[in-house]
């Protein structure tokens, strides 16, 4: 059973930036895209990001574009989001999952991602 474990968030103000991680045990990931959502309070989940399964392939929201990145690094099973310029709108609960599939193209689409891990607050204000 894979279990993920975000880290990284915290409070930031308007501007700055922030790098969340997520680790993986109990899977190999490397097989695997890994995707970034979040959610907001009265909000659904939305992703963010997502990275397949080599790095070789990223997709981004129009939200984060130009701002965020995904890498990965298969060697320790862990996933990063480079967050930079933040903005308030981007506070939310931040949350990785795998890909269902592995060694396929990653597309924002939330229903091909999973497990869930508990998530990391991402709290941006002056």
């Known amino acids: 059973q894979v279990k993920l474990v975000e880290s990284g968030g915290g409070l930031v103000q308007p501007g700055g930036s922030l790098t969340l991680s997520c680790t993986a045990s109990?899977?190999?990931?490397?097989?695997?895209?890994m995707g970034w959502f979040r959610q907001a309070p009265g909000r659904e989940r939305e992703p963010v990001a997502a990275i397949n399964w080599d790095g070789s392939q990223t997709v981004y929201s129009d939200s984060v574009k130009g701002r965020f990145t995904a890498s990965k690094d298969n060697t320790k099973n862990t996933a990063y989001l480079q967050m930079n310029t933040l903005k308030l709108e981007d506070t939310a609960a931040y949350y990785c999952a795998p890909d269902q599939i592995p060694f396929r193209r990653v597309v924002l689409v939330t229903a091909n991602f999973g497990p869930w891990g508990p998530g990391t607050q991402v709290t941006v204000s002056s």
């Open positions: 109990g899977r190999d990931i490397s097989r695997f895209g």
